[in-house]
């Protein structure tokens, strides 16, 4: 991955990670991804969010959210 595509994820992903904790809610990955961009059905939404979260905790860490990303768009 280019290292300015991975600061662009970055800083989308930090926009709405407000408390520094390097993760953010599942139903915020919406609003980064379209930030950066990038479009999704709400299908294919509820199937990354189940793919980045599977036990349904609720918060996704960039390490999670960002090859899933990368694997599929970029």
């Known amino acids: 991955i280019a290292k300015e595509i ?6 989308a992903f930090m926009a709405f990670d ?12 919406k609003f980064v991804l379209e930030m950066i961009g990038i479009k999704f059905t709400e299908s ?22 960002k090859p899933l990303i990368v694997e599929r768009e970029i």
């Open 6 to 11: 991975e600061d662009k994820l970055w800083e």
């Open 44 to 65: 294919e939404m509820y199937k990354m969010i189940s793919e980045i979260d599977p036990e349904n905790r609720g918060t996704i860490p960039f390490s999670d959210f």
């Open 18 to 29: 407000k408390e520094g904790s390097g993760s953010i809610s599942s139903s915020e990955v």
